[in-house]
C-alpha cells in the first residue's frame, strides 16, 4: 500500500497555469507532488482542466508559466517523447493496420530495441494482460475491451516512469467497465508505476486511487485520501460532487450551544460564529424514526427508489427534501410522517468545512 505523499516525489508540479487564447484559465496555480507508485486521481465536472492537467505533464500542452519535474529533472521544456511518460487516451489510439504484437512493441521500435527483444517483451507484456490469443489480430478484429488493454499493454512495455490516462474505462460498457477497473487495480499494485488517472466519475476516483485531487474552474478544490474525500470534503462542492446518492446540504443557524436545521434543534459541542452556515449529511448517515424528536428533521415520506439490497428515502419537508437511505423493507410508507435522525455530519461556514458533528 502507497503511503501517499511520502516517498519520493516522480511528478512535481509548481505554480502550473494554462491560459488558452481567448482567455480561458483552464489550470490555475496547481502546485502538487505526486510520490513513486501512488495512483494517482484527478476528479472534477467537465470543462475543469483535468485533460489540460494531463496534457501539460505529457507536454502536450505547454504551461502559461510554472514548472513540471519528472523524476527529479526540469520536463518543462522537454518536448514529448523525452519526458519518460506513457499516455493511454479515450480512444486508445492504437494503430488499425498493425497485429497486436506490432502495436505493443511499437514504442520500443521507436527506441530502437531489436526486433527479438521487442517481440519476446511484447509476448511478455501480453500474457500479463491475457492477450496472448490475441497476439496476430488487428483492432478492429478486437473487442473494445481488449482493444483497451492493447493500449495499456502498449503504454506498459515502454517501461515508463509515469503512467497518464486519460478516461481509459469511458469507452466501455457498464459491467467491463467494473471489470476493467478491478484489473486496473490490480496491475498496478504489481507494477507499482505512478499514475495519473483522469475521470469524471467519482465512483471510480474513489475505487482506484491512493489520493484524489478534486478541481473545479482549472483550481484544486482537495486533495487527499478517497476516505477522507468522501467523509471529510473539504467545502460543499467536493460534498455534493462526491458520493453515489448526493449529500443533504441543509441551511443552518446557529445560537449558543445549538444548530435550527429544517426544524430541528441539534447540540453543539462548542460555539460557532454564525454566518453562512450549511449542515451536511450523507443519505447513508441519516435514520429514519416513527415517531417525533426534537433532533430529528420532520416530513412526510414521498418517494421510494429501490437501490438493490437498501431504498433511497426521499422526505418532503416545508423547507425542502431530505434524503435517507435505509435497508429494504424497513422504508416507511409513502406518505407518512418520518423524522430523520443525523448519525453522522458535517458543518460548513461560506462553503468550507468548520468542523464534524
Ligand atoms: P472533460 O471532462 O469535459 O474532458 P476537462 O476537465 O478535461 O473536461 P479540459 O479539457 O482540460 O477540461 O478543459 C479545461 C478548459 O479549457 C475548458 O473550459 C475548455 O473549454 C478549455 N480548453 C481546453 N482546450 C482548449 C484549447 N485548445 N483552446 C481553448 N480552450 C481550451
Not at 519520493?8 to 513513486?36: R, S
Not at 429544517?262 to 441519516?286: I, S
Not at 435517507?324 to 410508507?333: R, Y
Amino acid at each position: 500500500m502507497t503511503r501517499p505523499g511520502k516517498e519520493k516525489p516522480v511528478i512535481t508540479l509548481h505554480a502550473l497555469t494554462k491560459t488558452f487564447p481567448g482567455g480561458v484559465h483552464a489550470l490555475d496555480d496547481i502546485h502538487l507532488t505526486i510520490a513513486d507508485g501512488e495512483f494517482f486521481a484527478l476528479l472534477g465536472p467537465s470543462g475543469c482542466g483535468k485533460t489540460t492537467l494531463l496534457r501539460t505533464i505529457a507536454g502536450l500542452e505547454t504551461p502559461t508559466r510554472g514548472t513540471v519535474h519528472i523524476d527529479g529533472r526540469d520536463a518543462t521544456p522537454l518536448p514529448p517523447g523525452q519526458r519518460d511518460v506513457a499516455m493511454v487516451f479515450q480512444d486508445y489510439a492504437i494503430f488499425p493496420h498493425m497485429d497486436v504484437t506490432t502495436n505493443i512493441a511499437y514504442p520500443l521500435r521507436i527506441k530502437k530495441v531489436p526486433r527479438a527483444e521487442r517481440t519476446a517483451k511484447a509476448a511478455d507484456v501480453a500474457a500479463r494482460l491475457s492477450l496472448t490469443d490475441l497476439l496476430h489480430r488487428r483492432p478492429a478484429e478486437l473487442s473494445g475491451g481488449q482493444q483497451q488493454r492493447v493500449a495499456l499493454a502498449r503504454a506498459i512495455a515502454c517501461h515508463p516512469t509515469a503512467f497518464l490516462f486519460d478516461e481509459p474505462l469511458s469507452n466501455l460498457d457498464a459491467r467491463l467497465r467494473l471489470e476493467a477497473r478491478t484489473f486496473l487495480k490490480r496491475l498496478q499494485r504489481e507494477l507499482a508505476v505512478t499514475t495519473v488517472f483522469v475521470t469524471h466519475d467519482q465512483a471510480e476516483a474513489l475505487a482506484l486511487a491512493d489520493r484524489i485531487a478534486v478541481m473545479s474552474a482549472g483550481r484544486m478544490i482537495q486533495v487527499a485520501t478517497p476516505a477522507e474525500i468522501f467523509h471529510r470534503p473539504a467545502t460543499t462542492f467536493v460534498a455534493s460532487f462526491i458520493g453515489s446518492t448526493p449529500m443533504n446540504l441543509l441551511p443552518a443557524r446557529a445560537t449558543d450551544a445549538a444548530l435550527h436545521v429544517a426544524g430541528a434543534t441539534l447540540p453543539l459541542p462548542a460555539p460557532v460564529q454564525d454566518g453562512h452556515l450549511t449542515y451536511g449529511v450523507r443519505p447513508e448517515y441519516m435514520t429514519l424514526s416513527p415517531t417525533e424528536r426534537p433532533d430529528a428533521f420532520p416530513g412526510t415520506v414521498s418517494v421510494h427508489e429501490n437501490l438493490g439490497t437498501h431504498t433511497l428515502v426521499t422526505l418532503e419537508t416545508p423547507a425542502t427534501l431530505i434524503q435517507a437511505v435505509v435497508p429494504e423493507g424497513d422504508e416507511p410508507p409513502l406518505g407518512t410522517p418520518a423524522w430523520a435522525v443525523p448519525r453522522r455530519a458535517l458543518l460548513y461556514r461560506d462553503d468550507t468545512l468548520l468542523t464534524t458533528l
